[in-house]
C-alpha cells in the first residue's frame, strides 16, 4: 500500500495517521476540524489498562435500576433516540450470554496488555515522554460500608496486566487539602497512568503528522465506495490505496453506506472543568465511586467526568446533568470555578463492548478502527500499531479475530 485516506482526526484517528505515516505509507486525514466535537477532547485521560472486563455483563444488567439518572446514578437513555439504542440493547443483552462475555473479557485482556507500553513508545517516538504519566489512579470511597463491599468485588474481579494495593492513613490524608474530609479508604492500581491532557496529545500527534508532510484536509467524508474511493462532503472526491474508518461514533453511517452491519451507539459523557485548581499534579486520577465522579488534573485545569447516557452522538447536552455534577463536586468539597467549561461527547460503543479492528472482508481495500468504547485514550496507540500491521500485511501483535466488524452480520 502506498497511500490511505484516514477519516475521523480523533486519538484513534490521528494515531493511526501517524503510524501509518512513519511505515512509509503517504497519509491524507480527513475531519471536519471541530475539536470539542468527539470524545477525544472531552474524556478523563486514563490510561485504563485494567478495565479488561466488557461491561456487556449480566451483573451491569441487575444494577442497572439503581444506577439510573432517576435515583440519582449515571445511567440514563435518550427517549427521544429510543429507536437506536434500542435495537443495540438487545444485541448488548445477546453479548452478555456467559461464553461470549468470557471471549470479550479474553480478547480485552490480550488488546490492553501492551497498551500503556504502546503509549510510552507513542510519547517517545513524539520526544515528549512528559505526555504519559504513569502514576497509577485512584479509587476511593467515602464510607466504610460501601468500602468494604466494593473492596470484596475487587478482589474477585481480573485486573489484567495490573495490580492494586490498598491506601495507607498517609496516602489518603493526601486529600485532606483539596476535599472537605478525606476519603475512609481506597486502593492505589499500578500499572495505569493517565495523559498530561488528552487535546495536547492530540495536538502533538496531529503536529507531528503534518511537520512529517502528512496532509490534513477540513472535509467531511460523506460515502465509501468498495473500492476506497471517498465523496467528500466539498463535492471531491478521493482515490488512494486504502481509506481507514476511524470516525468514532459517527463511523456507522460510513459502514453502513457499504452495507455492513454497524450497531455504534453514542454512549454519551459529561465533563465540567475548572481552571482554577489547588489540586496537584502529582494526586493521580481518583475515581470516587459512591459520587459516580472522577477528577483528573490536566496542565489546563481540573475535570470531573461522569454520566452513561445512550443516544445519538448529536444530541444536545442535559443541563440536568451538568448540574448535578456540579452538586457531587460541591459535595466532596473541591475547590473549583462557579464558571467551569461545560463539555457533552459520545463513547463510541459497540453492543460487546469490542472495539472494531480490521480490513473489510467484502471491500479489503477498507480498513476500520472504532467502537473503542471507554477505553479510546488507552487503547489508540496500540490500535495504531494493529491497523498499521494489517496495513503493511504484517502479523498483528494480537489477534484481531474478535475485533471483526462481520461478527455483527
Ligand atoms: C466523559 C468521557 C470520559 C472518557 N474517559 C476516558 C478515559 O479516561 N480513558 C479512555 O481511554 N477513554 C475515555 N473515554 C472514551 C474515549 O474518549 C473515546 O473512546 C475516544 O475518544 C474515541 O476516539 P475516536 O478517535 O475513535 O473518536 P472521536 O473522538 O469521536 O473522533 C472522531 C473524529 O471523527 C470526525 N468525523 C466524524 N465523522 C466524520 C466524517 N464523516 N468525515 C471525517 N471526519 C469525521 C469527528 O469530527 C471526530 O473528530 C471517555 C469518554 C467520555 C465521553
Known sequence: MKSIMVIGGGLVGAACALRLQAAGIAVTLIDPGDKRRGASYGNAGHIGSEQVTPWSAWSNVWRAPMSSFAVGGPLDFRWSDAPLWGAWAMRFLAACAPARYARGQAALTALLHDSMPAWVRLADFLEQPSLVKQHGHVTAWMSPAKADAAMAAMARTAWGATSYCEMTAADLARYESVLAKPPCAGVL???????????????????????????????????????????????????????????????????????????????????????ETNWPFDLPTTVFEENFVVLSRFTNGLRSTSFLEFGSPDAPGDERKWALLRRRIADLGVKFSDHPDRWVGSRPTLPDYLPAIGRLERAPNVLYAFGHQHLGLTMAPITSEIVCAIATEKTPSVDVAPFRIERFA
Open 189 to 275: 492500581v499500578t500499572g495505569t497512568g493517565q495523559v498530561s491532557e488528552p487535546q495536547a496529545v492530540r495536538d502533538a500527534m496531529l503536529a507531528a503528522f503534518t511537520e512529517r508532510g502528512g496532509v490534513v484536509v477540513a472535509d467531511t467524508a460523506m460515502r465509501i465506495e468498495p473500492n476506497g474511493r471517498v465523496a467528500l462532503a466539498s463535492g471531491r472526491t478521493h482515490d488512494g490505496d486504502a481509506v481507514l474508518v476511524a470516525a468514532g461514533p459517527w463511523s456507522r453511517g460510513l459502514m453502513e453506506g457499504l452495507g455492513v452491519v454497524t450497531p455504534l451507539i453514542g454512549e454519551r459523557g459529561y465533563h465540567l472543568q475548572s481552571a
